[in-house]
């Protein structure tokens, strides 16, 4: 992956959450607007499925697909919003609990990600568990925050969460904590954040 690919999927990130916090506040019952909001998240899911091999998530995802389906041809659903928040909160309590699951194990998530960059000394294993951690309590933060959201304010305040907080979280978190690690830790071999998505690929790659 290149720096003008990473760009560019950046950039339709941004304009698939500027795009579903409208079409949330808008149309957020309309059967388009419900294929429009979590047909790329299923086809993504399903794309990494089918590259990783993956075969229970791709049959998962074709039985959601299959629901989407049911749902547009219905004419969508009575209580849509609700949808939308049990997928936004599922989404991230199955993350954290994969990322919890690793801690487990000697090598957290994180850790395997890291070795795969370069060796890791027993202070890396060390700090990319707690890496790992800060990532699980996002991920449960999120989750409960975005039930919290929606039963004690506005819509329009969830939806803003969801398609424009969310990321911007996320990519607040990835990009400070690689800021962040050289400060605290000197010793720590440089990387980009291009290689980090290179190992990422690689260990995908892997497992196929």
Same mark, same amino acid.
């Given at each position: 992956m290149s720096a003008w690919q990473l760009g560019?999927? *950046?950039?339709?990130? #941004?304009? +698939?959450?500027? *795009?579903?916090h409208l *079409?949330?506040?808008?149309?957020a019952g309309q059967p388009w607007a419900v294929a429009a909001l979590l047909g790329p998240l299923l086809a993504l899911a399903g794309a990494v499925a089918w590259r990783s091999r993956q075969r229970s998530l791709l049959a998962g995802v074709l039985v959601?697909? %299959?629901?989407?389906a049911g749902v547009v041809a219905r004419g969508g659903v009575e209580d849509i919003n609700r949808l939308y928040v049990l997928q936004h909160a599922g989404i991230h309590? /199955? *993350?954290g609990l994969s990322f919890a699951l690793t801690l487990r194990t000697p090598l957290s998530l994180?850790? &395997?990600? /890291?070795?795969?960059?370069?060796?890791?000394t027993p202070d890396m294993v060390a700090y990319t568990r707690r890496v790992t951690v800060s990532w699980v309590v996002y991920f449960f933060g999120m989750s409960a925050l975005s039930v919290? #959201? +929606? #039963? $004690? $304010?506005?819509?329009?305040?969830w939806s803003l969460l969801a398609n424009v907080g969310t990321p911007v979280a996320m990519a607040a978190l990835f990009i400070g904590e690689h800021l962040l690690r050289y400060r605290l830790h000197p010793e720590f071999e440089r990387v980009t954040m291009m290689?980090? #998505? &290179?190992? +990422?690929? &690689?260990? %995908? %790659? $892997?497992h196929r």
């Open positions: 560019l999927g *950046l950039l339709g990130a #941004v304009a +698939y959450a500027v *795009l579903s *079409l949330m506040l808008h149309a959601a697909c %299959a629901m989407l309590l /199955a *993350l994180i850790g &395997r990600i /890291a070795q795969r960059v370069h060796p890791l919290l #959201v +929606y #039963v $004690a $304010a506005p819509w329009s305040d290689d980090a #998505v &290179r190992a +990422y690929r &690689r260990g %995908a %790659a $892997a």
